[in-house]
């Protein structure tokens, strides 16, 4: 799968996502955030999913095109590597079409996430942090006769996700500065594709990947010049951070993306009560680290979003944080 192929969307690619995930997917509310930044902030609120993660957008549109163009594949089911939310879009989408599905996460899996693959009927094959990265960047494993549905580098599943691009343009035109969190770059790309077909050339905002202190792999990268290993600590920002940028995003990430913004996890975690506080929106880490990176004020811009990307946390996490503290 090469670079081209992965980030060459087309408007067309992305309104026919948008017809294939209807039915399924919510057009989520872009909503304001009142603090005291000194930009607006908007959330864009994927935590609303039926899954609680905009990860049933591209998981739904990879396997609809699947099913409806080969869906002989389909037979022996569906599996994808994920440390949780694109497990649940793959499992939701799976057991719509009534096909078995294997999840294969890291052994870090958050239990509330584990809980809802369970819930929605697949199987769960628990594999060390290394292996499981392993499967992500060869696109599965020879060892299983099912589809893989991968987590981020898939055009499918890209496209699915840059019709996120397509409601901002719909519901905030003049918006400057788009804010994703980066985890293998499939939102964050996706997104920036989308928006380069979506508002006219040279209108549409700038997009930056969000990242935290402990796992910023991207950052790293683009100090670098080019994906070395990065500094990596476990953080209950689960969602987002790994231990390198994947070469086949690399190329993408440098071209369609502004840069990085990175931020402190206890920012996340202050980022966090925020959101339930002001707005009443319960996210996850990930889903609120580009909150965290719009209120440093780093972002240029007037006008910001922030993709709250899911609002899978675990209770006894959520619990500390409204206390006041960081798991």
């Known amino acids: 799968m090469t670079a081209r192929a992965l980030g060459g969307l087309a408007r067309e ?30 959330l864009k609120l994927e935590c609303l999913q039926p899954i609680g993660s905009f990860k049933l ?38 057991r719509e079409l009534g096909i078995p599905c ?26 060390p942090f ?19 549905i991968h987590p981020f580098a898939d055009p499918d599943v890209m496209a699915g996700n840059a019709t996120i691009a ?4 719909e519901d905030l035109a003049d918006v400057d500065v788009v804010l994703v969190p980066y985890g293998g770059g499939g939102l964050a790309c996706g997104i920036a594709a989308g928006a380069r077909t979506v508002w006219e050339e040279g209108r549409g905002p700038r997009v ?7 796992a910023a792999p ?13 500094a990596y600590a476990p953080s209950f920002v689960d969602g987002i951070g790994s231990k390198r940028v994947s070469d086949e995003m690399w190329p993408l990430a440098r071209t369609l993306l502004h840069g990085s913004i990175v931020v402190p996890v206890a920012a996340v975690a202050a980022a966090v009560k925020l959101l339930v506080e ?34 899978n946390i675990d209770a006894t996490k959520l619990a500390t944080i409204l206390g006041g503290g960081v798991p």
């Not at 996460?105 to 769960?124: C, F, H, N």
């Not at 290394?130 to 099912?146: K, L, Y």
């Not at 397509?166 to 343009?169: A, K, P, S, T, V």
């Not at 991207?218 to 994906?227: E, I």
Request: charged residues 20%; proline residues 5%; contains cysteine.
């Open 13 to 42: 690619d992305v309104l026919a996502a948008r017809a294939r995930i209807a039915g399924t997917v919510v057009r989520t509310p872009l909503i304001r955030l009142h603090t005291e930044a000194p930009a607006s902030v908007w």
């Open 57 to 94: 957008r591209g998981a739904t549109n990879a396997m609809r095109r699947l099913a409806a163009e080969s869906p002989e594949r389909l037979a022996a089911g569906v599996y994808t590597a994920s440390a949780g939310n694109m497990a649940q879009g793959v499992a939701w989408g799976a």
């Open 102 to 127: 294997t999840v294969i996460v890291p052994e870090t899996a958050p239990a509330a996430k584990l809980a809802a693959i369970e819930r929605l009927g697949a199987r769960i094959e628990k594999r």
């Open 130 to 148: 290394d292996d499981w990265w392993r499967v992500i960047a060869e696109h599965g494993d020879p060892r299983m006769s099912a589809s893989f």
């Open 166 to 169: 397509l409601e901002i343009n």
């Open 208 to 214: 930056y990947a969000c990242e935290v202190e402990s």
């Open 218 to 230: 991207l950052d790293t990268a683009l100090r670098a010049g080019a994906p070395v290993p990065a």
């Open 278 to 311: 002001r707005a009443r929106v319960v996210a996850e880490g990930a889903g609120a680290a580009a909150v965290a990176a719009a209120l440093t004020g780093r972002a240029p811009g007037s006008k910001i979003v922030a993709i709250v990307s899911g609002g």
